[in-house]
């Protein structure tokens, strides 16, 4: 499933602006590390720094890194909300922990100028989003539409590709289930960026529900050696149909 930049004018605000390089480049790491290791307490706290930096910026790419991190925030929240055994009561309320963070992003989203990631963090914002039936009917048009602007926009995003895929990967039959469709959009994702774990994750997956055994073990092979964390969660995808 992903991050900024700075100028002013002379001597002293150069030392400035290169504090805020050194802090985003610190940022970027921690990033890399919360998403490499599925810790959302890390992705938390770096959640308000993004906010900050991107409010101080003001820029398309401050404003983009701080959609990723709610981004990375939300789906792993989202994790817990799938797969712990939590009470009805706190399920709800992950639930709307999600719904923040999602909103909150897709808001910094709207008021930026066209770009296929911006379509892109978009559409899988409102992924996070969508747990029932009633979320479905409520954001599925605005989110496909999303990912379709992000791959007229560039055709060689790979994690556009990837969110094309959710729907006919996870879906069932009668809601626009096409593990084939799929397979036939993570490939393209792989072709750009052959070392995606996400989509040979997922991959793997369609493989297992084309009956394509063997070749879904080759894909997760090699995502568990570029990301050992991995390891469990092929299975427990699926079990997910939407």
């Known amino acids: 499933m992903p991050i900024s930049r700075y100028t002013l004018v ?41 906010e900050q930096l991107a409010q101080s910026a003001d820029t398309e790419s401050a404003w983009l890194d701080y959609a990723a991190a709610a981004l990375l925030v939300a789906e792993l929240i989202r994790g817990d909300y799938e797969y712990s055994s939590v009470a009805k009561k706190e399920k709800r309320e992950l639930g709307r922990k999600i719904d923040r963070v999602a909103n909150i992003a897709l808001k910094a989203l709207t008021t930026l100028p066209d770009s296929s990631e911006r379509y892109r ?91 394509e055994s063997a070749l879904a073990e080759e894909d997760w092979a090699l995502a568990e050696k570029l990301n050992p964390n991995i390891a469990g969660v092929p299975e427990q995808l699926l079990d997910i149909e939407v």
Do not use: C
């Not at 030392?15 to 938390?44: G, H, I, M, P, V």
């Open 121 to 211: 963090l978009e559409a899988d914002l409102l992924g996070t989003m969508i747990r029932s039936r009633f979320k479905g009917m409520k954001y599925q048009e605005r989110l496909e539409q999303a990912i379709a602007k992000a791959l007229e926009l560039d055709d060689k995003n790979a994690d556009a590709w990837v969110s094309n895929a959710k729907r006919p990967l996870f879906a069932a039959e009668k809601h626009g289930g096409e593990p084939a469709l799929a397979l036939e959009y993570l490939n393209r994702a792989l072709e750009i960026h052959p070392e995606h774990v996400q989509a040979l994750i997922f991959r793997g997956v369609a493989h297992t529900k084309l009956g």
């Open 10 to 50: 002379f001597v002293s605000i150069f030392l400035a602006s290169t504090a805020l390089f050194t802090r985003a480049d610190n940022l970027q790491e921690q990033f890399a590390e919360a998403q490499y290791t599925f810790d959302q307490t890390l992705a938390k706290d770096l959640l308000p720094q993004y």
